[in-house]
């Protein structure tokens, strides 16, 4: 009878542990990533079906910024981060999660700017007036490189922090004079507001501004084979974009909210780069290395870190290298 | 019992129902709380869907800024349960979390249908879509932007992902039915445990005990509780402690009762030993004394002791039987015999009796009857004895017949039955049930009239039990009786007996026409009967006419007649017959009253053959075919009689019988019965060396040598069986012929003769002997030896 007892408790308790299972609907794999250009083919791949060719189940979420994406990311609302090198260094040292770039999106070529009220004329006379950044993220940088160039430190100028949305309105209304901004935003207010134009942009500092794509440290490693699909269909979307440019820039264009013309000259700003092209940036001198001391280095600068990151901890090439592997 | 229900349990029964109400309960449950866990479900979502509602509409009051409305909307949309958050106004979209859709117009007709209806009414609109997990909230919402006076009317759809909610929902209802599964088979299990322990598993004990019981042991059924189940048994262990007690006082009563039997059956042998002894003086010597020279009158008291002394002999016997029967001590041999024989003799022995009384006996047998069996020839003489005696007892005039039959059974086994019918007083139809009682006769003053014990019928009753038949009775008062016994008997399939006519076979009789004349017709069909079996002619007549009248007209070989035909002797009969007549068939006198005629007289009146009734069915044949011899061979000279036929029958062995020759030894303490026997002995002829005791008779055996030795078996200093040893013992080294040792003993309990034969003795003689018992001994082991010596030495 003992035994009898003892088999009905353990058939018992194989049943609850059979019901208690969480249900294997997890595997959804979610990309934050917010309107610049570059990050578009991700968005592309998920409407052509490319991630679901792959086998895989990608949801998009769209942030307003870069401060929103790192935000969700930190939250746990989303698994891959579309940002820049500051996102990553950023969440590296005011987190524990252990961000690492495994994939590159793409270099701004000019597609970063800061506009100005057409009245200033040179980065010098930015001194002394208000211009607006996004906070926490590639914005200080950026103006903090721009700043650089005439000599002048982040302290010789009035930062205020907004969001891309808001810096648009705040040009209209003239509350500031000069913002960092990127596509869509920097092309609305150039077209919309009449004496703007642009001081500074990323043309002028190649390959310094880098945008990529990170996750965890732990889900690469429990991932590879997502991740790799990923880089597939990216691969995928910028050929279907070479092949069916008025397709892909009209499916493109309409998220970013402006014309697919002015979409195609957006994309004249940045370089962006399929997965073939992105490894032997990691060799010899390599510049995706250096890019992140530097910005590293920057930010430490302009009291934006604290920590110097041994910067081979940040990325990893281990996805990009076997992403066509069997 | 071949009708029994198979066996079903009740625990099954009460089972069986408890799982069928445990599932549905289980169903119903799980049910119940999948519906519950998606109502929950719903509620959360409709709270969280218009708690997103109402941010949004509070956001651009709040901050004037539509740039921050977006924002947020983009942040909402990022949380992992929205699936997409909309501002609609008019039929586009303003706002989306989705960037790709703002701008877009809404085509869903059923999508603008509750839109209007949202907006019309002022309510919320929410719906699950359970098959796509999406809930969807439609509600008003107002967006003012900056520097704008009114609100521009807007319209929020928040479309809720609930796929994770439910399949979570579905789990847990899963988890709680899973529970309650386990809950419910918990308490099954438990109450079938109680249910066992108090109910099932003292019935079990309680069963055990009754099976227990039921194999002879006692055991009481241990359950210590107060209960109903605990009563049952306290109910239980009462009743078999009742009979256990009753047991063992029934079990004393039986040991008692044994040891009752025990000592009346000792007190029987002990008595008939003491009973015995005497007897055998008190016959004896008048059996020599009636030997002796004698007056009339001096012979009459003689013989009136004989017969007083025989009656209580049989008296004794009677009752020894009886208690021999009831102690299980007789036994019934198995033993080839010849049937149609032992009928014979025993009516030989009643015919004494009948004669007195004018009494006329008549057998009748059936053709073909088996008369070779196997079984015990002295009980059915004792069955068969007891019943003619009763017959010839209470018939004052008329005759009593025997009809005997047979039917054949299987295994080669027969059903004979023996029926005594008589035309005496009857029995009375009020006694007749009763005959067979013990000491209960028809009426007590028979017994003054008749005499007897009355034990006799019950006895013939116990042993035909004992060969596997019984006795019935058919009786009307005044008109007379018919016993029947029924016996079952192996048939003997290879008889050793010899044909004891085989030297009258040359004689064929199939010719031969016979002519039966007694007054008594029964008697003449009787006989006509028996010759017909045989292929012989047969004719019969009662009266003076018919005789003549058949030997007239008829070719007549022999005649059988009766004392008188119409009145007229068959002396007379005779004569008148040979004058009248050419013919001359031989004539045999019959009569039941023999003394009365002498043979010599009846031959020279011109008879042939001189025979008592009733002829037996085994002496017509022979008696025809020595008819046939006389006259075949003319030798005339001598009257065929019962004893002539019987002289013929010996066979060349008998004739060397020589046992007045016989050396004999007779050991016996007492000297009366000492005397007796030894009187006896030499009166057949034997020369008798005496013994007075073991010891004695040990040296006789060491100093001479003895055709037989007779040895009593209790004796003072060395007894009879000792001596036997002894003898036997000596036999052996000596190398010499085992010389038969018969014991002679007052001992008539059974079991006696094992314990001679084992003493290694050879047979047994019981007190009170008679001269007839020692010549069938010495006959049986005298001669038998002797004959066989004699054939060694030729």
């Not at chain 1, 990529?212 to 690469?220: E, G, N, Q, T, Y």
């Not at chain 2, 061979?633 to 004893?643: A, D, L, P, Q």
Request: charged fraction near 25%; aromatic fraction near 8%.
């Amino acid at each position: 009878m003992k035994k009898i007892t003892a088999l009905l408790v353990v058939v018992g308790l194989a049943f609850l542990a059979y019901s208690n299972q969480t249900p294997s609907s997890q595997n959804k794999i979610r990309i934050g990533l917010n309107a610049w250009p570059g990050y578009e083919f991700l968005y592309l791949a998920k409407e052509k079906g490319f991630y679901a060719e792959e086998g895989l189940d990608i949801d998009i979420v769209e942030y307003i910024s870069l401060e929103d994406i790192r935000f969700g990311y930190e939250r746990g609302q989303v698994e891959i981060m579309a940002s820049t090198l500051t996102e990553l260094l950023l969440s590296a040292e005011r987190t524990d999660k252990e961000p690492q770039l495994f994939f590159l999106a793409d270099f701004s070529n000019g597609a970063d700017v800061v506009v100005t009220r057409s009245n200033i004329q040179d980065i010098s006379m930015l001194a002394g007036k208000v211009i607006a950044v996004e906070p926490d993220s590639l914005g200080l940088f950026m103006l903090a490189r721009t700043l650089k160039e005439a000599g002048l430190e982040l302290e010789d100028v009035d930062v205020v922090g907004m969001s891309q949305s808001k810096m648009y309105e705040s040009m209209v209304d003239n509350s500031i004079d000069a913002a960092v901004s990127y596509p869509p935003t920097s092309v609305n207010i150039l077209r919309d507001i009449s004496d703007t134009h642009t001081i500074f942009d990323t043309s002028r500092i190649p390959g310094e501004v880098i945008d990529i794509v990170s996750a965890d440290k732990a889900f690469i490693k429990q991932n590879p084979d997502a991740l790799k699909a990923v880089i597939r269909a990216w691969d995928k979307a910028v050929n279907f974009s070479i092949q069916n440019p008025e397709e892909a820039f009209s499916i493109m264009s309409k998220r970013e909210q402006i014309s697919p013309e002015e979409f195609k000259d957006v994309l004249s700003g940045i370089r962006v780069l399929k997965s073939e092209a992105q490894l032997p940036l990691f060799d010899g001198e390599n510049r995706i290395k250096a890019s992140i001391e530097l910005v590293n280095q920057v930010m430490i600068q302009n009291n934006f870190l604290s920590k110097e990151f041994d910067a081979n901890d940040l990325y990893t090439t281990s996805i990009l290298e076997t992403a066509y592997e069997e | 019992m071949k009708n029994k229900k198979p066996f079903k349990s009740i625990q099954l029964t009460l089972m069986l129902p408890f799982a069928v109400v445990g599932i549905i309960f289980a169903i119903i449950t799980g049910l119940f709380a999948h519906n519950f866990m998606f109502h929950i479900l719903q509620e959360r979502t409709k709270n969280q869907a218009t708690a997103i509602s109402t941010a949004i509409d509070q956001l651009t009051l709040i901050t004037g800024s539509t740039s921050q409305l977006s924002r947020f909307i983009s942040m909402i949309g990022s949380e992992r349960n929205v699936k997409k958050v909309s501002i609609i106004q008019g039929n586009n979209i303003v706002f989306s979390s989705r960037n790709s859709e703002v701008g877009d117009a809404i085509n869903d007709q059923h999508m603008l249908s509750e839109i209007e209806l949202v907006n019309k009414q002022g309510v919320d609109f929410f719906e699950l879509h359970t098959e796509e997990n999406i809930a969807e909230l439609i509600t008003p919402v107002r967006v003012r932007e900056s520097n704008h006076l009114q609100d521009k009317r807007s319209t929020l759809i928040v479309e809720m992902d609930i796929k994770k909610e439910r399949l979570s929902a579905i789990q847990q209802a899963w988890t709680i039915t899973t529970i309650m599964i386990f809950a419910l088979g918990l308490l099954m299990f438990f109450t079938y445990r109680l249910i066992v322990k108090y109910i099932f598993s003292p019935i079990g004990h309680i069963q055990t005990a009754i099976t227990a019981r039921q194999e002879g042991n006692y055991t009481l059924a241990h359950i210590e509780r107060m209960d109903e189940i605990g009563n049952v048994a306290e109910t239980y262990n009462h009743l078999i402690q009742d009979f256990s007690s009753k047991g063992a006082e029934l079990e004393k009563a039986l040991i008692k009762a044994e040891e009752g039997t025990r000592l009346k059956s000792e007190f029987l042998a002990n008595m008939s030993h003491e009973i015995r002894t005497p007897m055998n003086g008190i016959l004896g010597v008048a059996h020599l004394l009636n030997d002796t020279k004698l007056s009339a009158k001096q012979k009459s008291f003689v013989e009136t002791i004989e017969k007083s002394g025989e009656a209580l002999l049989y008296l004794i016997n009677d009752i020894l039987d009886l208690s021999k029967i009831e102690a299980g001590k007789i036994e019934i041999e198995h033993a080839p015999f010849n049937l149609l024989k032992t009928i014979e003799d025993t009516v030989d022995i009643i015919t004494p009796k009948c004669r007195d009384k004018n009494i006329q006996t008549i057998i009748n047998v059936p053709p073909n009857l088996p008369t070779s069996l196997i079984g015990d020839s002295g009980r059915v003489r004792q069955v068969l004895l007891n019943l003619l005696s009763n017959a010839v007892k209470f018939t004052h005039e008329g005759y009593v017949t025997i009809n005997v039959d047979a039917l054949t059974l299987e295994n080669g086994h027969i059903r004979f039955e023996i029926s005594v019918i008589d035309t005496g007083i009857g029995i009375p139809e009020n006694k007749i049930s009763h005959i067979f009682n013990k000491f209960d006769q028809a009426d007590a003053s028979t017994t003054r009239e008749f005499g007897g014990t009355g034990l006799g019928l019950s006895i013939s009753q116990k042993l035909c039990h004992m060969m596997g038949g019984d006795i019935s009775v058919e009786s009307t008062e005044g008109v007379g009786s018919a016993f029947t016994a029924y016996i079952e008997m192996q048939v003997d399939g290879d008889p050793k007996e010899e044909d004891r006519y085989s030297h009258l076979k040359d004689y064929d009789i199939s010719e031969t026409s016979v002519l039966i004349a007694d007054n008594l017709e029964i008697i003449n069909i009787g006989l006509c009967t028996l010759f017909k079996q045989h292929n012989v002619t047969c004719y019969t007549a009662h009266d003076k006419d018919s005789f003549f009248k058949t030997l007239e007209t008829k070719d007549i070989d022999v005649v059988l007649i009766g004392e008188r035909l119409s009145g007229i002797r068959a002396k007379d009969i005779l004569l008148q017959a040979r004058k009248g007549s050419e013919k001359s068939p031989n004539f045999v006198f019959m009569t039941n009253t023999p003394a009365e005629y002498d043979k010599n007289d009846m031959k020279a009146a011109g008879f042939i053959a001189f025979f008592p009734k009733p002829i037996y069915p085994s002496e017509l044949i022979p008696l025809l075919k020595d008819i046939k011899k006389q006259r075949t061979e003319k030798t005339g000279n001598f009257i065929i009689t019962r004893h002539s036929l019987k002289e013929r029958r010996k066979t060349p062995r008998d004739e060397n019988k020589a046992p007045h020759k016989a050396k004999v030894l007779l050991a016996e303490d007492n000297p009366v019965n000492r005397g007796i026997a030894n009187a006896m002995l030499e009166k057949i002829g034997c020369t008798v060396k005496l013994a007075t005791n073991g010891a004695e008779a040990i040296q006789a055996y060491e100093e001479g040598s003895f055709d037989l030795i007779f040895m009593d078996c209790q004796m003072p200093e060395v007894d009879g069986f000792e001596a036997t040893k002894s003898i036997r013992s000596l036999e052996g080294s000596k190398a010499s012929n085992r010389t038969p040792i018969i014991a002679f003993t007052a001992n008539a309990m059974s079991g006696d003769k094992d314990i001679c034969l084992e003493a290694g003795m050879d047979d047994y003689i019981s007190k009170p002997a008679k001269p007839k018992d020692f010549e069938e001994k010495i006959n049986k082991w005298f001669t038998a030896a002797h004959y066989e010596a004699m054939r060694k030495s030729e």
